[in-house]
C-alpha cells in the first residue's frame, strides 16, 4: 500500500495543522521544564535532610 492511499483524505483541507504544531511542542518543551524544575527541587531537598558527615 502506497503512502499516498494509506493517507487518503488525512492531509487535503488540514490547514492548521502548522499553529497546532507549534502550540504542541511549546506545551512538550514547558511539561518538560516543569518536570526537570521539579526533580531539582526534590534533589536539592533530599540533600540538605542528609547528614553530610
Known sequence: MSR???MAGRGQGN????PA???CLAFV???SLAFWAGAA???QHL???MPLG
Request: hydrophobic share 65%; glycine share 6%.
Open 4 to 6: 499516498n492511499t494509506a
Open 15 to 18: 490547514v492548521n495543522r502548522g
Open 21 to 23: 504544531s507549534i502550540a
Open 29 to 31: 518543551a514547558v511539561l
Open 41 to 43: 527541587w526534590i534533589v
Open 47 to 49: 540533600l540538605s535532610l
